[in-house]
């Protein structure tokens, strides 16, 4: 295949939280006249986000099987791999990868793997900063990776931030990535154009953070003390508890809750609630009705540090009706 055929592709990465799927959203909305293939990978072993991404019309491809950075390597190979053999033509690919990915083995994938090589080519790598928790994140190692990766940082949750805040941060991101390009957005209100098709992935500046990127496989640790649980149940559950136990995980657990997210199965109600929270923002609404035939389940995942499994499970028990 000539390189003329390359499609492209955008890695959109982020800490947890950042806005990502709000992006997503925002750039699908805004494209619809291309055939999109959307891959995401979640951290834990959920696949809420594809419930949070309303477009109907792209192709949602999940990796659930672990973190995409780690050992997914070589089912996100399979995946572009079958794309181009399918009979639908593809204008782009956007890879979301998890809140926890080092999105060096990402770039790697398509720099190092021959085949892949030949049929794909990086468009930018977009990172999304959360310009209200990020001096939090910046205690773990995964968002000052993404940051030096990026060809493109969004600084986002503009509206969270006073002025001299947003000053303060730009200043410690040229720190970090001086060759990436800052944009400044509030729910990830962009013009695709600015964004999209802009061919801003820069090999040279990436091998300027990581002059081994074309040598090494990369080997990502995460940091034990950030877990993932998912708690499931058909059992529904009541609205007033649900209400009391979020009340209590948000001041008390806050801190430590880098994200949580999920499906509710409310006890009376014929349509699911979907919720979302990063820190202590949290946020809940109406879903889709349950189908006639659709098994009604509760499933909610926390990602944070040190987090008590145990108490968390009794806090999920409680709200059952
Ligand atoms: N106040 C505020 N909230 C935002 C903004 N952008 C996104 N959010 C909210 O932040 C939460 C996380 O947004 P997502 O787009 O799901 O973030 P994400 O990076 O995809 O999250 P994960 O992939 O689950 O880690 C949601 O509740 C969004 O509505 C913003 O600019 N301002």
Redesign the pocket.
């Known amino acids: 295949m000539s390189k003329e055929h390359t499609i492209p592709v955008t890695i959109l990465t982020?800490?947890?939280?950042?806005?990502?799927?709000?992006?997503l959203n925002n750039l699908l909305k805004d494209i619809p006249e291309q055939k999109v293939a959307v891959i995401i990978n979640?951290f834990g072993d959920t696949s809420i986000?594809s419930h949070?991404v309303v477009s109907t019309k792209e192709e949602i491809i999940e990796i659930n099987s672990g973190c995409i950075c780690c050992n997914v390597r070589g089912d996100l190979i399979n995946i572009l791999s079958n794309l181009i053999e399918q009979e639908e033509k593809i204008d782009r690919i956007v890879i979301?990868t998890?809140?926890m990915a080092n999105p060096a083995p990402v770039i790697q994938t398509f720099l190092m793997d021959e085949q892949t090589a030949k049929s794909f080519e990086m468009d930018s790598v977009i990172t999304?900063v959360d310009a209200k928790h990020i001096w939090q994140h910046l205690k773990e190692e995964e968002p000052g990776q993404q940051i030096a990766f990026a060809d493109v940082l969004l600084l986002?949750?503009?509206?969270?931030i006073t002025e001299d805040e947003k000053n303060e941060l730009a200043q410690q991101l040229i720190n970090m990535n001086p060759h990436a390009k800052r944009i400044y957005?509030?729910?990830?209100d962009i013009d695709s154009q600015d964004l999209i098709g802009k061919k801003s992935f820069e090999l040279g500046n990436i091998l300027k953070i990581d002059p081994n990127l074309l040598v090494e496989t990369h080997h990502h640790h995460h940091n034990d003390q950030v877990t993932s649980f998912v708690f499931r149940d058909d059992r529904p559950l009541d609205l007033e508890k649900v209400n009391k136990w979020f009340s209590y995980l948000v001041q008390f657990k806050g801190e430590q809750l880098y994200?949580y997210?999920g499906v509710l199965y409310i006890k009376h109600l014929n349509k699911r609630v979907v919720f979302?929270?990063?820190h202590m923002?949290f946020?809940g609404t109406e879903g889709f009705k349950w189908a006639n035939n659709e098994k009604r389940q509760s499933e909610i995942v926390f990602i944070g540090k040190n987090l008590d499994y145990q108490e968390l499970e009794r806090g999920f028990q409680y709200c059952l009706a």
């Open positions: 982020g800490f947890l939280g950042a806005g990502k799927t709000t992006l979640e986000d949070l979301e998890t809140g999304m986002n949750k503009m509206d969270l957005t509030t729910y990830a994200r997210k979302q929270g990063v923002l946020a």
